[in-house]
């Protein structure tokens, strides 16, 4: 099925640990973002890109790194987790200024 | 940068009661959108809605921008409607920022 995909589903970090988190669509959209949720505070931006090869900072960008490879994939880096980044994390993409904003099915990572 | 506000925060209904969520936002957006976020945590998008009225089954969405608000109305609720219900606002850097959500619980 079209879509974003996002990897892994789940996962365990101990604190100073690093990992890459994985999304990717084919929907052949421009605009890929990354967003955390935590419990009451909804969705906050990470970074985006709004085209292949550009990246941007969202509301809360400190401690990752992002890469837009190419138009289908968008990661997010943790070089050093810290329990604060103990969060889900969701990916989506989008046409700039069109209807339909698709999300992944979200990553659920815990730092201890 | 921008803000966006959400009223009520929670809201319990009983099955087949009438409602209305309400998102507010602090400056002009190039678009607006509404989602649904399940028990399960799937967000669905419910509308594009930049400005004007849409409707879609029992669900209908009202922007007016020149006042900087949106509206969802939810009629006849079913329990299936449970979840969190987010307004989301496109900025003109195409950051889209979301608002704090309505956790709504439908009772049988």
């Known amino acids: 099925n079209a879509g974003v995909t996002q990897t892994p589903k789940f996962q365990v970090l101990k604190t100073g640990q690093s990992m890459t988190l994985q999304c990717a669509q084919d929907m052949n959209h421009n605009s890929m973002y990354w967003y955390r949720q935590d419990p009451g505070m909804g969705l906050r931006l990470i970074y985006y890109s709004a085209s292949e090869g550009t990246t941007d900072k969202g509301e809360v960008p400190n401690g990752y790194n992002v890469s837009r490879l190419n138009k289908r994939e968008f990661s997010l880096r943790l070089e050093s987790a810290a329990p604060s980044q103990t969060s889900v994390y969701f990916c989506?993409?989008?046409?700039?200024?069109?209807?339909?904003?698709?999300f992944g099915s979200g990553t659920r990572l815990t730092v201890v | 940068g921008i803000q966006v506000e959400q009223s009520p925060p929670d809201l319990i209904l009983q099955e087949g009661a009438n409602s209305t969520l309400r998102c507010n936002f602090s400056?002009?957006?190039?678009?607006l959108q509404w989602f649904h976020q399940n028990p399960w945590g799937q967000l669905i998008n419910l509308f594009y809605i930049p400005s004007g009225t849409k409707q879609n089954g029992r669900l209908s969405a009202t922007t007016v921008a020149t006042e900087r608000y949106s509206l969802l109305y939810i009629s006849s609720s079913q329990t299936t409607d449970s979840g969190v219900y987010f307004c989301?606002?496109?900025?003109?850097?195409?950051?889209?920022?979301f608002g704090p959500g309505t956790s709504l619980s439908v009772i049988p």
């Open positions: 989506a993409s989008s046409e700039e200024g069109s209807y339909g904003y698709t």
């Open positions: 989301a606002v496109r900025t003109s850097y195409d950051k889209v920022i």
């Open positions: 400056d002009s957006v190039n678009n």
